[in-house]
């Protein structure tokens, strides 16, 4: 089944290859387009060139919160400022610090995701961010209030 | 003054006395013991000083115009909860050394006293300062290891876990139709046991986190009802409770409990999933929120099928888990009570257990009611 999904980039950033191979997998099995980058640098790189429709983001990786930077340095990229961002982690099993703050000009992260990722909850947030106009990112598709 | 070298600091004394004699003396006397010595003559002097400088010992007098030696020890130990105090004092009391003592200071010094005396005391102060210091400094350490190791072992064990449940997941959800029965099943099977080991390490890092103060929030406050309120709305929606009923009760009026919400939300969900867990099929799991005197009382009842008598004593006992043919594939890390009496005995609080057999067990957690917010004007609440 193809959907309106098929033409929507997704880039993944995060070091473990195999998390990184089963979420691609299961993303293009949905037709997203799906890149990678193993760490924090080569991401943002690849970021400004492919300009994602999503990003998938780890925190931990060489450096303990390499992730925070990363998503730092995105908001302060014009062209990455407004991009929704999905930060995954297993550090975490409940919504971290960087809790999504609406009353912010610009959403520090849109959602927080624990791994291992619920492959179905995946999906359908992936189709709510990068399918809803910006204005609407910030209502989580399950309905329930974000905390 | 500009701020002097640490060498010279770490080796400094402050005598604080409305009696030019005894500063000279004292500086005379420490001086050639090769202390560097500061003097003042009043309190407000040698407290601004003291900011600046931060002396290991402090040398006070307690009867003093103005400012007395009470007081000083009062505002330095704000200042500085490290520095060492010795006071003088003249009239050789043992009521006022000991109260000097019971605000903070180390030793006293009654006057007249010779030099040996002085220079006795002002050694073990220094003694003393030097083992603080050092206590100080490898506490830090230490935890600064524990915080380092416990992150770390905790992502590198979850990592390799993640990646091969994240495998059978995505393998579930895409490729559902074309596994057989048996696969399927296995699969399953394999995703139930990772989670299993991820909910123990997760419990073991709570446990962690627990043993150095650093999870829960004893300045914190929450209201237990609506917690225990959340909590049974939750485990409704899950399959696993589905043959269980549950109701949670709060008292009108409950005041806060001490502690804060995360905290108290887990002990409060350990304590209902056992609950469940250990229930029968059509049986209840009742969660019940009072308060008595400065105490608020959480109950958490089932009627499940009980703890032997001689389970009881190791229930709070890190991987103790019963073993009986009811209980074997009951799933669970057998730490989920060790953590509760942990986040009840950091926030001060007890928590017992009642249960018979085959019939019910009732856990009953007493937390102290929170200390009323700062700042609030009783007279106001009162004069309504």
Known sequence: MKTMSESKAVLIIDDDSDFVRAIQTLLESSGYKVRSASNGREGIQLAKNIQPDLVLLDVMMSERTEGFFVLQEMRRIPALSRTPVIVVSSIYSEEPVFRVDPKAGWLPANLFLAKPVEPARLLAEAMRLTGASAAEADKPADGKKQP | MAAMPTSDRENTIFVIDDDAIIRLSCEQILKKSGYKVETFANGHEGIERLKEVRPPLLIVDIKMPELDGFEVIKIVRRIDPDVVIVVITGYATIETAVDAMKMGAYDFLPKPFTTNELRMIIERGFERWRLAKEAHFLRQQKEEVERKFVTLVSHQLKGPLVAVKQYLDVLLYTRNAELSGETLEWISR???????????????????????????????????????????????????????????????????????????????????????????????????????????????????????????????????????????????????????????????????????????????????????????????????
Not at chain 2, 240 to 266: F, H, I, K, Y
Not at chain 2, 302 to 322: Q, V
């Open chain 2, 190 to 384: 394999s995703q139930a046991r990772i989670d299993e080991m991820l909910a123990l390490i997760q419990d073991w890092l709570l446990l962690a986190k627990l043993d150095r103060g650093a999870l829960c929030d004893r300045d914190a406050s929450a209201d237990i009802g609506k917690i225990a309120e959340a909590v049974i709305q939750e485990y409704r929606q899950l399959p696993s409770a589905a043959t269980v009923t549950l109701t949670a009760e709060a008292a009108p009026g409950l005041p806060q409990a001490r502690g804060d919400e995360v905290c108290l939300n887990m002990l409060v969900r350990n304590l209902v999933s056992n609950a469940v867990k250990y229930n029968k099929p059509g049986g209840t799991v009742k969660v019940g929120a009072d308060s008595d005197d400065q105490w608020i009382i959480l109950e958490v009842s089932d009627t499940g099928i009980g703890i032997p008598e001689d389970f009881r004593p190791h229930l709070f006992e890190e991987f103790y888990r019963s073993k009986t043919p009811e209980t074997q594939n009951i799933p669970g890390t057998g730490l989920g009570l060790v953590i509760c009496k942990k986040i009840v005995d950091e926030l001060g609080g007890t928590i017992d257990v009642e249960s018979k057999e085959g019939e019910y067990t009732i856990f009953a957690v007493r937390l102290p009611a929170a200390e009323p917010p700062k700042g609030v004007d009783y007279f106001d609440a009162v004069g309504e």
